[in-house]
């Protein structure tokens, strides 16, 4: 079974410019994450989808964020326009649905330098 | 709101002897509890949950954690360390099935030869 992949795998760009990662969850899965993990920290959920609707987006700042689910299976999360304190790993991580079969399955994430 | 802390930032232990990182939790409704481990330069990695059933679970890599509900507590054990199992440990709970999971802050385990 493939994995959750993302890309790019790295990214640098200058405060004020915009970016866009990219995610291909796990064929089947129903739910697909969006994380922020700054260095030091846990993964901070940014956004969540049940296939191609939203079900939290709490934690995204939506002034500069914003992010997108096609036709219930890759993903998209971009950021426009980009500040500093946006360096860290982007996770993109999918899970199917179900309490017994309940866990998440994590890319390899995207690092995201700020300059 | 839920919550996860993990109290110690760092585990240093020996080769051969038993592991301990710890995490208490605070939810409303029956918390769902979750390790996953990270390498360097690796996406997180799935090791076990509680759900419901059995307070001791058993997951990957000859780990296993014991859910104490009058404690809040979820903390992740191994009888014999490994150098191999070095590196960063992350603690999860969702309150009542939400599919929202809350992480901790990580903890850095050094198994030292």
């Known amino acids: 079974e493939a994995g959750v992949a993302q890309s790019p795998r790295y990214k640098i760009i200058e405060k004020r410019q915009s970016v866009a990662f990219w995610c291909n969850p796990i064929s089947g899965h129903a739910t697909l994450y969006w994380y922020q993990q700054i260095l030091g920290q846990g993964p901070k959920l940014l956004i969540q989808?049940?296939?191609?609707?939203?079900?939290?987006d709490s934690q995204l700042p939506k002034d500069r964020f914003s992010a997108e689910r096609l036709k219930g299976v890759d993903s998209t999360l971009k950021i426009q326009p980009a500040k500093l304190e946006d360096s860290a790993v982007y996770l993109c991580?999918?899970?199917?649905?179900?309490?017994?079969?309940?866990?998440?399955?994590f890319g390899p994430g995207t690092r995201l330098t700020v300059t | 709101a839920q919550s996860v802390a993990q109290p110690e930032d760092q585990v240093n232990v020996a080769e051969g002897n038993p592991l301990t990182v710890k995490c208490t939790y605070s939810?409303?409704?029956?918390?769902?509890l979750f390790w996953y481990v990270q390498y360097p330069n690796r996406g997180l990695q799935f090791l076990l949950k509680?759900?419901?059933?059995?307070?001791l679970v058993k997951g990957s890599y000859g780990f296993e954690a014991e859910f104490n509900k009058s404690q809040t507590s979820f903390h992740l054990k191994k009888p014999s360390a490994l150098v191999s199992d070095s590196a960063l440990y992350f603690c999860a709970v969702d309150g009542g099935g939400s599919y929202i999971p809350t992480f901790g802050r990580g903890t850095s385990l050094i198994v030292h030869p």
């Open positions: 989808f049940q296939n191609n609707g939203v079900v939290d």
């Open positions: 509680y759900i419901t059933g059995d307070n």
């Open positions: 991580a999918s899970s199917p649905q179900g309490l017994s079969t309940y866990e998440q399955y």
């Open positions: 939810v409303s409704g029956n918390p769902y």
